[in-house]
């Protein structure tokens, strides 16, 4: 089956840095996404990677490893509004959307 | 406004009642998805269109329906309401996702059934 894995809850403090990993196992791979959701409010994208390496967007990260099965989200200089879930989603060979469950994250000042 | 509105925003209805819940937009995507999402699982895929004649089941169609009304409308029904569709359902639209890699949501419509 295809599997989705990112750690449920993390705490983080304001003006740290954190990272938030994604691993997955699918059938094929067409790129991986990272979007934000607030409480209550629709996800909005982050990012996209498809090939591996780092791509950098302002405070934000995120980084891919195919081989690995791997990505993770960086986030700097942490701020308030920062708390929220973020959802880590592959493509798979049908170009279907996998998504994971979720990562809520606390920001604390 | 919002690009992408859902309504209602938020129902509660009994077991059995037949709900209909609406998503227009205005960004001229073709594409248009449905999902649902539910406390600790990922967004899981109902149904989703391509185009106006073009209609898709995704992960878990069973005891929904769609309607792709035009290039703009595409409503999610219920035909028969049961508890264990309580859920946040969302609408998203792209320009073709191998392309941007983008989704737009809407806000999210929020159904109770008792």
């Known amino acids: 089956g295809q599997n989705i894995d990112q750690p449920t809850e993390m705490t983080a403090t304001e003006g740290a840095i954190v990272q938030i990993n994604c691993t997955y196992q699918t059938s094929g791979f067409n790129g991986l996404f990272w979007y934000q959701q607030h409480a209550g409010e629709a996800p909005t994208f982050l990012s996209y990677?498809?090939l591996d390496g780092l791509e950098e967007k302002g405070r934000f990260s995120s980084f891919l490893s195919r081989s690995k099965g791997y990505s993770y989200l960086l986030l700097k200089e942490l701020q308030m509004k920062d708390s929220a879930s973020y959802l880590c989603?592959?493509?798979?060979?049908?170009?279907?959307?996998?998504w994971g469950a979720g990562t809520k994250l606390i920001i604390k000042p | 406004d919002a690009d992408v509105t859902q309504t209602p925003r938020n129902r509660i209805t009994k077991t059995g009642k037949r709900i209909m819940l609406e998503c227009s937009q205005t960004k001229g995507h073709d594409r248009m998805y449905w999902y649902r999402q539910d406390p600790g699982l990922g967004l899981r895929l109902i149904y989703y269109s391509f185009d106006v004649k073009d209609i898709n089941k995704g992960e878990i169609s069973d005891g929904y329906s769609v309607s792709r009304q035009a290039q703009a409308k595409f409503s999610l029904s219920l035909e028969s309401a049961i508890p264990n569709q309580t859920a946040l359902y969302f609408c998203?639209?792209?320009?073709?996702?191998?392309?941007?890699?983008?989704?737009?949501f809407g806000e999210g419509s929020r159904l109770t059934v008792l």
């Open positions: 990677n498809v």
């Open positions: 998203a639209t792209s320009d073709g996702v191998r392309d941007t890699g983008e989704l737009f």
């Open positions: 989603a592959v493509l798979d060979s049908n170009y279907q959307l996998i």
